[in-house]
C-alpha cells in the first residue's frame, strides 16, 4: 500500500469526489483513522487546546509540532499526513516558513504543511512549493490570529466575502493543493470552491465544499465542554471513557479485580 498524496486529492476534484478529513495528535488514534479508511489527517495546531491543555493554539511550538506529527506518521501507513505550521514559525518570511517545513518533512515525515493566511502569507507559500513540500492553505477564522479577529464568522459582507475569494485565488496561484475554510458563509465557500481548481476543505463552512474537516475529539464526542454549532457528534467517547474508569476505580475498591484470570502464580 502506497500513502495517499496531494495528487490523489486533485483528482478527486475532477471527478467530483468529496472526502474526509479528521486531526490526529498520536500514532494510536492515527491508526484507527488510517483502518476507518480517512484518506487525510491533520495534525492540527489544535493540539494546544486538545492536547496540551492551553486556551488557544498560540502557544504551540515546533517542538511539539515535530513529536506529534512523527507520532501519527508512525501511527498510519495508508494516509496523508498534513502538519500545522504553528504561530511563529513562518511569519518572519520564507526562509523562516522553508526551515520549519522542512523541519516537519524530514523529522517527522509529513507529506504536506499547512499554513494561515492567503496574501499575507504568499511569499512563504511559494517558496515551500518550490521546494517541493506540498502547502495547504488556512483561510477565513484563522485561529492564530485570535487577538485580531476572535472566535467569529469571517468573511460576511461583500467587501469580505470578495476578500476570502481573492485570498483563495491567490494561495491557488502560489501553488497551494487545498484550502480550507473555516467558519465562513455557506454561500461565500461554495463560491471560493467553484473558482478553484484545488480543493476546499470547509470546517463550519456549509455542505459545498470538497472536503470536510472536524476535530476528532469534537467529532467522537471526546471534547470537555461546549462544541461548536458546526461540529457534529458521531460517538460519547467521554461517557464511554467515563464509564470505563469508573468501572475500573470500583473493582479495584470492591477486591473484584484483578481476578484469578488476570493473576500470575
Ligand atoms: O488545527 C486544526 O485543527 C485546524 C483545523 C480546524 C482545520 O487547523
Ligand atoms: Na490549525
Keep these: 500500500t502506497r500513502r495517499i498524496t496531494v495528487r490523489d486529492l486533485l483528482a478527486a476534484k475532477e471527478r467530483g469526489e468529496k472526502w474526509p478529513m479528521l486531526t490526529a495528535y498520536d500514532a494510536m488514534t492515527a491508526s484507527v483513522f488510517d483502518e476507518a479508511g480517512i484518506p487525510v489527517l491533520l495534525v492540527g495546531d489544535s493540539m494546544g487546546n486538545v492536547h496540551l491543555g492551553y486556551d488557544?493554539?498560540?502557544?504551540?511550538?515546533?517542538?511539539?509540532?515535530?513529536?506529534?506529527?512523527?507520532?501519527?506518521?508512525?501511527?498510519?501507513?495508508?494516509?496523508l499526513v498534513v502538519g500545522d505550521l504553528p504561530f511563529g514559525s513562518y511569519q518572519e518570511g520564507p526562509v523562516q516558513a522553508l526551515r520549519s517545513a522542512t523541519r516537519l518533512v524530514k523529522e517527522a515525515g509529513v507529506g504536506a504543511v499547512k499554513l494561515e493566511g492567503g496574501e499575507r502569507s504568499l511569499a512563504q507559500t511559494e517558496t515551500l512549493v518550490q521546494a517541493g513540500i506540498p502547502v495547504m492553505s488556512h483561510l477565513g477564522l484563522t485561529p492564530q490570529s485570535v487577538h485580531t479577529l476572535g472566535y467569529r464568522v469571517q468573511g460576511r459582507g461583500d467587501e469580505a466575502a470578495h476578500r476570502l475569494v481573492r485570498d483563495a485565488k491567490a494561495a491557488e496561484q502560489a501553488g497551494a493543493f487545498a484550502v480550507v475554510l473555516e467558519l465562513v458563509p455557506a454561500e461565500v465557500a461554495a463560491e471560493v470552491t467553484r473558482s478553484l481548481h484545488i480543493p476546499?476543505?470547509?470546517?463550519?463552512?456549509?455542505?459545498?465544499?470538497?472536503?470536510?474537516?472536524?476535530?476528532?475529539?469534537?467529532?467522537?464526542?471526546?471534547?470537555?465542554?461546549k462544541v461548536p454549532r458546526f461540529t457534529k457528534q458521531y460517538?460519547?467517547?467521554?461517557?464511554?471513557?467515563?464509564?470505563?474508569?469508573?468501572?475500573?476505580?470500583?473493582?479495584?475498591?470492591?477486591?473484584?479485580?484483578?481476578a484469578e484470570e488476570h493473576t500470575f502464580h
Excluded at 469508573?246 to 473484584?256: E, H, K, N, P
Design 200 to 225: 476546499t476543505i470547509g470546517i463550519g463552512a456549509g455542505p459545498d465544499t470538497d472536503a470536510q474537516v472536524l476535530v476528532w475529539t469534537d467529532m467522537a464526542g471526546l471534547t470537555n465542554g
Design 235 to 258: 460517538a460519547d467517547l467521554r461517557a464511554t471513557l467515563t464509564t470505563a474508569a469508573q468501572s475500573f476505580a470500583s473493582d479495584v475498591l470492591s477486591g473484584t479485580f484483578p
Design 56 to 79: 488557544t493554539t498560540v502557544p504551540v511550538t515546533m517542538d511539539h509540532m515535530a513529536m506529534l506529527a512523527a507520532a501519527v506518521v508512525r501511527g498510519t501507513r495508508r494516509v
